[in-house]
């Protein structure tokens, strides 16, 4: 219980801890094979987000500085003071949002098709973000919408998570669920696109080391997001799986493992220091302007 409502988390292993946030209308079981992998050489965290899966859906505050706070809280309350942070789409917005508003308790991050770097997403989700659009939510569940969730799976291009995102959507016809989602979207979406933008404070990840994993074929955030936000945050890295979509660590798992272990080995958490924070601020941006040429990028192959 925190704030009087119940969270719903999956916890085990030993050793420096790492916490999964997953996309929204997601729950913690999309991480369920790298928990299993990683836990033995680490304390590994996966909550279901305030308003999915198994934790409470009430009437509240769904913005991504609401869930970066619920993220200090729920760790408090674990006794967790430190963490590297893995968010996927949603979950690497609020991600960055609780390394910018909790820079003393992050110790790396990493983002995978993360929302929050740039203004373009699916259509699909912003007609879903629209006004009216809780009318027609509850239709999902019927037999006629199952072929069209299936069209929709196919166009966003994750049709090898096809059972996994209709699932996911089935859940939409359950009216507190439904609530939620709305609320969580419309406070990141709206008609034009992306409303939440970190761009404008990115240059602080400096000194944190930072992943960003992308598909190249996510439909969802597209992967032009992932080179904005490299040459956005000093000292990044980049890997691109080359053919995935919007779920890299669902579609190539085991190549997905190999990278985060590689980055955990060679990166050591971050240490913060105020001062150093403080001069971030004061400068207002990076020293140096952000090229508009894209990088290198290493591609892996995700056998998608």
């Known amino acids: 219980m925190v704030h009087g409502y119940e969270r719903a988390y999956r916890m085990a292993g ?21 928990l299993t992998s990683l836990a033995d050489d680490f304390t590994v965290i996966a909550p279901d987000l305030l308003g999915h899966g198994f934790s409470a859906k009430p009437r509240a505050d769904y913005s991504v500085a609401a869930y970066a706070c619920g993220m200090r809280d729920l760790l408090t309350t674990l006794d967790i003071d430190r963490v590297t ?7 690497g917005g609020v991600a ?5 508003q909790f820079p003393e308790r992050c110790e790396r991050l990493v983002l995978v098709g993360s929302g929050g ?8 989700l912003r007609l879903a973000a629209a006004p009216g659009a809780g009318l027609l939510l509850p239709l999902l569940g019927t037999p006629p919408a199952l072929p069209v969730l299936r069209k929709l799976a196919e166009t966003l291009r994750i049709s090898d998570d096809l059972d996994y995102v209709v699932a996911r959507y089935l859940r939409l016809v359950e009216p507190d669920t ?44 597209p992967s032009g997001h992932a080179l904005r936000a490299h040459r956005a945050m000093p000292g990044s890295r980049l890997v691109l799986f080359e053919g995935a979509g919007h779920f890299p660590h669902r579609s190539a798992p085991k190549e997905f493992l190999e990278i985060l272990r590689e980055f955990l080995a060679e990166t050591p958490p971050a240490a ?18 952000v090229p508009a040429e894209s990088p290198d990028v290493p591609a892996v192959s995700s056998g998608t």
């Open 14 to 34: 030993h050793g420096p801890a790492l916490l999964f946030l997953h996309g929204i209308g997601d729950d913690s079981s999309t991480w369920l094979d790298l």
């Open 85 to 91: 942070v893995v968010g996927h789409s949603l979950g």
């Open 96 to 100: 960055m949002q609780f390394a910018y």
């Open 117 to 124: 770097v740039g203004a373009s997403v699916h259509p699909l």
């Open 178 to 221: 439904r609530s939620a989602f709305l609320r969580t979207l419309r406070s990141v979406v709206d008609w034009r696109g992306q409303v939440v933008n970190m761009l404008d404070r990115c240059y602080l990840t400096q000194g944190i080391p930072t992943l960003l994993v992308w598909g190249t074929e996510d439909r969802v955030v």
């Open 272 to 289: 913060y220091d105020r001062a150093r924070w403080g001069e971030l601020l004061r400068a207002g941006g990076p020293e140096e302007p």
